[in-house]
């Protein structure tokens, strides 16, 4: 059974840094890009980040292109999202459950059946 | 980057009735358009891709159609289970891009 889990969530001030993780099992990890979509509360989803199998191309949305780091490590079949350390890198804006991604080998490239439970980030003074 | 727009945002249906949503595109994303469906408090659930493919165990009465930029998800006879909110989602270009969602309840 595929699964899943992130962690790694919770308050951080304003220019502050996280680092969400996501461990997953039940499938050949090193096999399938992953992706971080998040939701702000009471809002639509927004596709964050993807990665490639082996972690040499990475995809951003422009919201947080510069801010935000996606990195994968297959031997502990985990999946990362640094969210960063510099001067106004989180804002307000940010704080959303972010969910960790990824596809089957029956659904299209691009769309995604399986999900996490995603971790509530939440960015406030 | 491609704007998804859905209509309407809340759609209010009869439990057996037939439900239909629209997703329009900015521009054409071919057929690389997929729907999913989210419950309070739960993760998004693939339900179709590629405008018309059902995810594993999606039962029949989901369909979706449509091409180009207008796209459309069918529930042919609504299941109390089936209240929920739905979103398109666009892969045809980076950044994948989702509508806004159509939240369908319970008339």
């Known amino acids: 059974e595929v699964q899943l889990v992130e962690s790694g969530g919770g308050l951080v001030q304003p220019g502050g840094s996280l680092r969400l993780s996501c461990a997953a099992s039940g499938f050949t990890f090193s096999s399938y890009w992953m992706s971080w979509v998040r939701q702000a509360p009471g809002k639509g989803l927004e596709w964050v980040a993807n990665i490639n199998e082996d972690g040499s191309e990475k995809y951003y949305v422009d919201s947080v292109k510069g801010r935000f780091t996606i990195s994968r490590d297959n031997v502990k079949n985990s999946l990362y999202l640094q969210m960063n350390l510099q001067m106004n890198s989180l804002r307000a804006e940010d704080t959303a459950v972010y969910y960790c991604?990824?596809?089957?080998?029956?659904?299209?490239?691009?769309?995604?059946?399986?999900w996490g439970q995603g971790t509530l980030v939440t960015v406030s003074s | 980057e491609i704007v998804m727009t859905q209509s309407p945002a809340t759609l209010s249906v009869s439990p057996g009735e037939r439900a239909t949503l629209s997703c329009r595109a900015s521009q054409s994303v071919s057929s690389n358009l997929a729907w999913y469906q989210q419950k309070p408090g739960q993760a998004p659930r693939l339900l179709i891709y590629a405008v018309s493919t059902r995810a594993t165990d999606i039962p029949a009465r989901f369909s979706g159609s449509g091409s180009g930029t207008e796209f459309t998800l069918t529930i042919s006879s609504l299941q109390s289970e089936d209240f929920a909110v739905y979103y398109c989602?666009?892969?045809?270009?980076?950044?994948?891009?989702f509508g806004q969602g159509t939240k369908l309840e319970i008339k």
């Open positions: 991604a990824t596809r089957g080998p029956l659904a299209a490239a691009g769309t995604r059946d399986y």
């Open positions: 989602q666009q892969y045809n270009n980076w950044p994948y891009t």
